[in-house]
């Protein structure tokens, strides 16, 4: 799982370096290997030259006659010895053995990557053709994907079953494929998954050229051959062909070229969530508040009768009305934060969510990080942070969860949801015995280069991370109950990497606590 979290992929770097270090020793074998067979070579050439020359001559030398027989005998087979020499193995065990201190990634790593891709293209919207080209957002951030690499990102989306991806990068695939000298994918490939893909995804006629353009490379591919006679079939049935044969001549149809899936009606797979595309629009930036609520939007200093606060306020920005929701700046250091960052490292595991029904903590996909806890006890900065916590909103941090810190990698995300538990959750937070999570701190602890905003979609409100800074807001009612509106998710990360740390303060022993300027009932 090492493409959920950015520090982690920064290990693949070295285990790339150590590959190409050995690949470049194995070729270097090779190569002598094979210099020793040309000077076999060039031997036995030049002795065939001066024997063929004048061959009675040449053997009524008894030398030459004894040297000929030799070098078809011991000679020889020192030949076939090198010949056969095998250095492959060796080396391919030696990069094996490595493979216990070098981090690898697995079969599922590249699913997650190709997903995360998949992720980021709807999200923002992101062009086939621009991804390819290695483009994000109009500015060229890598090398150009070949062919190949279009057709694996469709190979990887067809596994999953995920028809729509699979169309979009074949298709990319195939129109690389025509302009690429030196091909990194067959034809016939990449023609396999687009055609039934395409028949998947709804367009039966393209299917069926498609189909017919891989009978032409491949005459007798049995599969095929059954999916042309099903799609004539089905066309028949829908009226679009006619006659018994009629697109049955391979050689006669001709495809539109370059292929082009906008010809063709596509959808995304379905989806359980009714508010992705509102979702999405604030992950893109592109939804903005009523500017009425806006409007009234204020910024204050913030002292809580809190001594170190009268020399230094703390600077708060009203980020939304009913519910309250807003922003503390500068109320972590980049001292703190780094401390932060480097305990957490080595304990991150893969985030979990809790199931509704067991209340277990589980993976799942809507939500891709890494994560860990960390006491207050354990170090002078955690205690810290988590004091100040309490110092600006006047909370009781006794009973407070430890500090989550998260670290989200490329397409990392955590699709909408509520940080309390629901009535229906009835196992959830029941070992803590402290009631529900009454509020929410969330700390960023980087800047985020292109996404990975936190949207509130009832409210139309993005809080894009600014390093140091921290949203806070309540999450229930002065009653107990869960406020929806403050259904909140984070956005996929387009590009760097997104360090946040929450602090989840519980319902007990607030009972009594109304912290000057956020009373406890602001939340509605
Ligand atoms: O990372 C974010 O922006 C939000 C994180 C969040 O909602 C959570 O961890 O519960
Ligand atoms: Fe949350």
Redesign the pocket.
């Known amino acids: 799982e090492v493409f959920t979290a950015v520090v982690d992929m920064e290990g693949l770097v070295s285990t790339e370096l150590e590959l190409v270090r050995h690949l470049d020793n194995y070729i270097q074998a090779e190569e002598t290997r094979l210099k020793q067979l040309r000077k076999y070579l060039e031997e036995y050439e030049s002795m065939y030259q001066e024997a063929s020359a004048d061959v009675t001559k040449y053997l009524a030398n008894p030398i030459n006659a004894y040297l000929l027989v030799k070098r078809l005998t011991a000679d020889w087979k020192q030949v076939e010895g090198v010949m056969t020499q095998n250095v492959g193995p060796a080396f391919v065990h030696n990069i094996t053995q490595h493979r216990g201190v070098l981090r690898f990634p697995s079969d599922e790593d590249l699913n997650g990557a190709a997903v995360a891709l998949m992720r980021l293209q709807d999200t923002y919207k992101l062009d086939t053709h621009a991804l390819a080209e290695g483009k994000l957002l109009g500015k060229k951030y890598s090398r150009e994907l070949t062919a190949g690499d279009c057709w694996e990102l469709g190979r990887q989306s067809y596994n999953n079953g995920d028809h729509y991806h699979t169309v979009l990068w074949m298709g990319e695939a195939l129109n690389k494929y025509e302009d690429e000298s030196n091909k990194t994918v067959s034809r016939q490939d990449i023609l396999e998954y687009l055609a039934f893909s395409t028949f998947k995804q709804g367009n039966v006629k393209e299917a069926l050229q498609l189909t017919h353009e891989l009978l032409k490379i491949v005459p007798f591919h049995q599969r095929a051959l059954g999916n042309k006679k099903y799609y004539e079939d089905l066309l028949r049935q829908q009226g679009v062909i006619q006659r018994r044969g009629e697109t049955g001549d391979v050689d006669n149809v001709v495809m539109d070229e370059p292929f082009n899936t906008a010809n063709l009606k596509l959808t995304k797979p379905s989806d359980q969530l009714p508010e992705r595309e509102n979702y999405e629009k604030l992950c893109r930036g592109e939804k903005l508040m009523d500017p009425k609520v806006e409007g009234r939007l204020r910024c204050r200093l913030v002292t809580n009768n809190v001594p170190f606060f009268y020399i230094q306020p703390i600077k708060m920005e009203e980020a939304y009305h009913k519910p309250l929701i807003v922003i503390y700046h500068d109320v972590i250091s980049d001292d703190e934060i780094e401390t932060v960052k480097k305990m957490a490292q080595p304990r991150f595991k893969r985030a979990t969510v809790q199931n509704s029904v067991t209340g277990n903590l589980e993976p799942a996909n809507y939500r891709i990080s890494k994560s860990a806890w960390l006491k207050s006890e354990e170090h002078d900065h955690v205690f810290k942070v988590t004091r100040r916590v309490g110092d600006v909103t006047g909370l009781d941090m006794a009973t407070a969860e430890d500090l989550?810190v998260?670290n989200?990698g490329i397409g990392g995300h955590?699709e909408p949801?509520f940080?309390y538990a629901r009535k229906e959750e009835v196992n959830a937070f029941k070992d803590l015995g402290w009631g529900n999570r009454v509020a929410?701190w969330?700390f960023y602890m980087s800047d985020v280069e292109a996404g990975?905003?936190?949207v509130f979609p009832k409210l139309n409100l993005a809080?894009w991370?600014q390093k140091g800074s921290a949203a806070f807001w309540y999450n229930l009612h002065a009653n107990g109950e869960g406020n929806e509106l403050t259904r909140?998710?984070?956005c996929p990360v387009l590009t760097g990497s997104?360090w946040?740390s929450?602090k989840w303060i519980h319902e007990r022993n607030q009972e009594f606590r109304h912290p000057c300027g956020l009373k406890y009932d602001t939340g509605m």
């Open positions: 989550q998260v989200y955590y949801h940080d929410t969330l990975g905003a936190t809080l991370p909140h998710a984070a997104k946040v929450n």
